[in-house]
């Protein structure tokens, strides 16, 4: 099993940043994606999540309306575009995917990307 995620880096405030999370190993149809994301001394917060076939999703409230999950069955890629970036959007962030029905209990996280908002 592997997620790989790419796309972190240094971006200004106000800008836009899209991360990646190739995955394979695993029947990505079958798993919610989800992306997390830890700030350095804090908590990780759970940021979106995007349902095994891409009919929901959901955003915490510090980053609705600024960041949106999409995933391409396909690829077997989830995405997630992050606009009008803040400082505080600073942290390392994770691609992870949480298994439903028969795969239900199967939890896979990829190693993170850093993305860094500053002027």
């Known amino acids: 099993v592997q997620l790989v995620e790419s796309g972190g880096g240094l971006v200004q405030p106000g800008g836009s940043l899209r991360l990646s999370c190739e995955v394979s190993?695993?029947?990505?149809?079958?798993?919610?994606m989800k992306w997390s994301r830890q700030a350095s001394g804090k908590e990780r917060e759970l940021v979106a999540t995007i349902s095994s076939f891409g009919s929901s999703t959901n955003y915490a409230d510090s980053v609705k309306g600024r960041f949106t999950i999409s995933r391409d069955v396909a690829k077997n890629t989830v995405y997630l575009q992050m606009n009008s970036l803040k400082p505080e959007d600073t942290a390392v962030y994770f691609c992870?995917?949480?298994?439903?029905?028969?795969?239900?209990?199967?939890?896979?996280w990829g190693k993170g990307t850093l993305v860094t908002v500053s002027s």
């Open positions: 992870h995917g949480a298994g439903r029905g028969r795969y239900y209990g199967m939890d896979y």
């Open positions: 190993g695993f029947t990505f149809s079958s798993f919610d």
